[in-house]
T-cell receptor, first 113, second 113 residues
Framework: IAGITQAPTSQILAAGRRMTLRCTQD?????MYWYRQDLGLGLRLIHY???????GKGEVPDGYSVSRANTDDFPLTLASAVPSQTSVYFC????????????FGEGSRLTVL | QKEVEQDPGPLSVPEGAIVSLNCTYS??????FMWYRQYSRKGPELLMY????GNKEDGRFTAQVDKSSKYISLFIRDSQPSDSATYLC?????????????FGKGTLLTVNP
């Protein structure tokens, strides 16, 4: 089934630990994104990548890093997790046309204790 | 003033009702207007997309954009329990980069049978 695959689906993590959320797409989209969704705050962009080899910072990049070694994969790393990073994380992809149609994954629920 | 304002609800209606969901915005550069639907514990999916002002209809759904008032609406006719979800408005200035997509915080809709 074509689309975006995120892993893990959910994870409980101790503060201070390193964590990588994985995202893979098979639609050959140029652009990929990481959002976090929190109650009362909505979707907020963490990092994005318009093409393989390039990345950019979104609205809330602190504490997160990304890489885009190829078109299909866009992992998000929390170098040293903190409780405020408890959230639902969504990966998305799109073509590079500015119409706004993003294709989202099912999300990764992360709890940092 | 936030760029995009959306009433979070929750909104509860009986089956068959007409539902009106709304967003206001402040950035006059927005040209692309979208509505995403998000079921519980799922990723958002694009429901409706419009460019500039006007109406767009797709089955029971109608999207309206009034750029002069900076106001967009989504109408759902003959609402069904399967329409129960969170509806997110989203907007873009169409600058060719979807990282500029701005989301509302979402309205939680429940349609009661």
């Amino acid at each position: 089934i074509a689309g975006i695959t995120q892993a893990p689906t959910s994870q409980i993590l101790a503060a201070g630990r390193r964590m990588t959320l994985r995202c893979t797409q098979d639609m050959r989209h140029n652009a990929m994104y990481w959002y976090r969704q929190d109650l009362g705050l909505g979707l907020r962009l963490i990092h994005y990548s318009n093409t393989a080899g390039t990345t950019g910072k979104g609205e809330v990049p602190d504490g997160y890093s990304v890489s885009r070694a190829n078109t299909d994969d866009f992992p998000l790393t929390l170098a040293s997790a903190v409780p405020s990073q408890t959230s639902v994380y969504f990966c998305a992809s799109s073509t590079l046309v500015g119409t706004g149609e993003l294709f989202f994954g099912e999300g990764s629920r992360l709890t940092v204790l | 003033q936030k760029e995009v304002e959306q009433d979070p609800g929750p909104l509860s209606v009986p089956e068959g009702a007409i539902v009106s969901l709304n967003c206001t915005y402040s950035n006059s550069a927005f040209q692309y207007f979208m509505w995403y639907r998000q079921y519980s514990r799922k990723g958002p999916e694009l429901l409706m997309y419009t460019y500039s002002s006007g109406n767009k209809e797709d089955g029971r759904f109608t999207a309206q954009v009034d750029k002069s008032s900076k106001y967009i609406s989504l109408f759902i006719r003959d609402s069904q329990p399967s329409d129960s979800a969170t509806y997110l408005c989203a907007m873009s200035d169409g600058g060719g980069s979807n990282y500029k997509l701005t989301f509302g915080k979402g309205t939680l809709l429940t349609v009661n049978p």
